[in-house]
């Protein structure tokens, strides 16, 4: 008799409800490309058929020129990520302990920080020239201001109690920073990361574009240019990848779930 009162557990779903969306969207959209490359709407090769983009994504993954723009990108943006994310980090820190400061100049960062920063592109040039320099410096005036703004922001956020008990034990600032406010403001300061990240990204692919001899954004604007729009889509499609990939790390390591199942 107690084997019949017992409740049998409801078996679990093979795919979350979010993951079959997901797929049923990358479905739906990878069936209206190839209608549309089908279709003959648009100029040939325009939009390529499926099997011929994956040709040339072998292709490029096979080239080993491709490697090396790779390297010259991601080395442009590393640095660039460095430089304007330790500065952002510590302008953020600065306004957000300051309330002076924070309102004499922090509605500047929010003025200049959606102004698209390829405008800058001409001064950068003559400051640091035509070579990697100018590319750099693009990535980090791209990602300086989102850092800043959330290190600002995580700064008014934490406790009063946790930064009063730092100075009760007569921290110094340097150890304010990495045992207080650093691990107090640590969501903040990731999504800051993660959003000065894309934005660098753009940043400095878009400098490549205008003039430079190579990496992944030079790659793209030849493709483009030479009408191989194959190569230019298989190019797109790994510096998305790539771009999903790196911010995904970069949220597991700051502990933050990215990508919701």
Same mark, same amino acid.
């Given at each position: 008799?107690?084997?019949?009162?017992?409740?049998?557990?409801?078996?679990?779903?093979?795919?979350?409800?979010?993951?079959?969306?997901?797929?049923?969207?990358?479905?739906?959209?990878?069936?209206?490309?190839?209608?549309?490359?089908?279709?003959?709407?648009?100029?040939?090769?325009?939009?390529?058929?499926?099997?011929?983009?994956?040709?040339?994504?072998?292709?490029?993954?096979?080239?080993?020129?491709?490697?090396?723009?790779?390297?010259?990108?991601?080395?442009?943006?590393?640095?660039?990520?460095?430089?304007g994310g330790l500065a952002g980090?510590?302008?953020?820190?600065?306004?957000g302990a300051n309330p002076l400061?924070?309102?004499?100049?922090?509605?500047?960062?929010?003025?200049?920080?959606?102004?698209?920063?390829?405008?800058?592109?001409?001064?950068?040039?003559?400051?640091?020239?035509?070579?990697?320099?100018?590319?750099?410096?693009?990535?980090?005036?791209?990602c300086f201001f989102p850092v800043?703004?959330?290190?600002?922001?995580?700064?008014?956020?934490?406790?009063?109690?946790?930064?009063?008990?730092?100075?009760?034990?007569?921290?110094?600032?340097?150890?304010?920073?990495?045992?207080?406010?650093? #691990?107090? =403001?640590?969501?903040?300061? *990731?999504?800051?990361?993660? %959003?000065?990240? $894309? !934005?660098?990204?753009?940043?400095?692919? +878009?400098?490549?574009?205008?003039?430079?001899?190579?990496?992944?954004?030079?790659?793209?604007?030849?493709?483009?240019?030479?009408?191989?729009? #194959?190569? =230019?889509?298989?190019?797109? *499609?790994?510096?998305?990848? %790539?771009?999903? $990939? !790196?911010?995904?790390?970069?949220?597991? +390591?700051?502990?933050?779930?990215?990508?919701?199942?």
């Amino acid at each position: 008799m107690a084997e019949t009162g017992r409740l049998t557990a409801p078996a679990a779903p093979l795919l979350a409800p979010v993951t079959l969306v997901r797929v049923a969207i990358i479905a739906a959209v990878l069936v209206i490309w190839e209608a549309v490359a089908a279709s003959g709407l648009l100029f040939r090769d325009v939009v390529p058929s499926l099997l011929v983009i994956a040709r040339a994504l072998v292709e490029l993954l096979a080239d080993p020129s491709y490697y090396f723009n790779l390297g010259v990108t991601a080395g442009e943006i590393g640095t660039a990520m460095l430089i304007g994310g330790l500065a952002g980090l510590a302008v953020g820190i600065l306004l957000g302990a300051n309330p002076l400061l924070a309102s004499a100049y922090e509605a500047f960062l929010y003025y200049l920080g959606p102004t698209p920063k390829i405008i800058f592109f001409p001064v950068m040039i003559m400051w640091f020239g035509v070579g990697p320099g100018s590319k750099i410096a693009m990535g980090v005036l791209s990602c300086f201001f989102p850092v800043a703004l959330s290190a600002a922001a995580g700064m008014r956020g934490i406790d009063r109690v946790l930064i009063r008990v730092g100075k009760s034990f007569r921290l110094t600032t340097w150890q304010m920073v990495t045992k207080i406010y650093l #691990p107090a =403001m640590r969501l903040p300061v *990731i999504n800051g990361v993660r %959003l000065g990240l $894309g !934005v660098a990204i753009i940043g400095t692919l +878009l400098a490549e574009t205008k003039l430079s001899n190579k990496g992944i954004g030079f790659l793209i604007i030849n493709a483009y240019s030479t009408f191989n729009m #194959p190569r =230019m889509y298989a190019l797109l *499609i790994v510096l998305f990848v %790539l771009s999903i $990939g !790196v911010n995904a790390l970069v949220g597991r +390591l700051g502990g933050v779930d990215t990508i919701r199942r």
